[in-house]
């Protein structure tokens, strides 16, 4: 064997050895968990890892209740996770600006996800997120046996919470964006959300829901200052705000999600629609808000996308729902529970008007404006101070004249 010979069969001996680690390094991450961020924490994380268990396909959760700066640290960091699942889509959209996602074409059935919830209208363009759990807002609970006349109720009898682990301000929001609703409809509605010229914040349509919930603050300053204080959940290990106690508020202004606040006395809430208790009301129903929770994939791990596919599939949504007695913005998914369980899963899925929530889908430095500026208005009508809504919305609108032209469009808030 000649020495040219040998080196040869040296150099061969050490390309097969670095392919081989090179196969060891992508079988080993190829191995590697599928690593999920999201919203679900305590019992309801539990749950949803049962559910993901049940796919096959292994896996990491992390839920927190700031999943939003949660990601953005990952993401900074260059260590996002496979999946993120996330509160709306005004963050989604900017990550899907950087293309930091990865489109979903393929990974679910477009028609079983109608609007608003679906956001692409053929399979042609690409999809970056998915609802995997939907909550219906422009409500109001009350306790089973004192359904409340179709007129406004003064602020006392309000069940109002405004703290939170996460985002705070957005029980309020809820107020305002549910007012632009029924008083506007769907079409001002949704132009508002999307940043539309043609409403601004400033604008009559924004400035008098805006004014009319500011009214109903300013009805009790004692009320007031109790709901800035209190937690939207109610006290720890208690049974929501709605049931914290037989005498005070008696209504809550809350999305669907509230009943896992109730616990045990979640058989005995009732709901109606929103409209006719509203301040400066009664109004019809123009449509219905409503918000989910949309997972969204960053890696382009075939693992990952299998376990998108599953999740949102009919099979993946009806386990999940059973599991953790919530709901899906699918289609094919029926509420085979009680009847304010059907009520709430026909204004999801039916006939009728539904409008994503507009904060979830205004950009997240416009989102973040407005909570603030619900939070003084609270503030200063709990103090008895000048609430200066124009000076509120001329602000919220500086901000929104900073934003620039997302090129992931949101092309649907509400359905029509």
Known sequence: MTRRFKVLVLLAALLLVCAGGMVAVWSERDDEPVTILGPWTDKQGEQF????????????????????????????????????IMPGVG??????????LKPLNDLYAVEEYGAPWNPVSTSREDAYWVPVKADLKSIVWYREGERPANSPAPLPRWCIGMGDDGASGWPGSDWIEDLVLQREGPEVYGKW???????????????????????????????????????????PGAYGLLFEGEEGCALEHQGSFARSFYGDKGRRAGLMDSAPLLPGGGYEVRAHEVTGDFAALFSDRPRAGDLIERLASREGQRKWAEAADVFSANRRVRAERGPVEEQIARRLTGPGPRCLDASDVMPPAVRDAFYEAVLLT???????????????????????????????????????
């Open 378 to 416: 609270i503030a200063r009508a709990a103090a008895g101070e000048d609430l200066d809504v124009p000076g509120l919305l001329a602000d919220v609108q500086d901000v929104a004249g900073t934003q620039t032209d997302r090129r992931v469009s949101l092309k649907t808030v509400c359905s029509t």
């Open 91 to 100: 963050e989604l959209a900017e990550y899907a600006d950087q293309d930091l």
């Open 49 to 84: 890892e049962e559910v993901l268990r049940s796919f096959g396909i292994p896996f990491e959760y992390q839920g927190t209740a700031a999943q939003r700066e949660v990601l953005l640290s990952k993401v900074q960091s260059g260590e996002p996770p496979d999946i993120a």
């Open 193 to 235: 959300a999307l940043g539309d010229a043609a409403v601004p914040w400033t604008g009559k349509q924004v400035r008098e829901a805006w004014e009319a919930w500011a009214g109903l603050l300013q009805q009790d300053q004692a009320a007031a200052g109790h709901a800035l204080r209190t937690d939207h959940r109610g006290p």
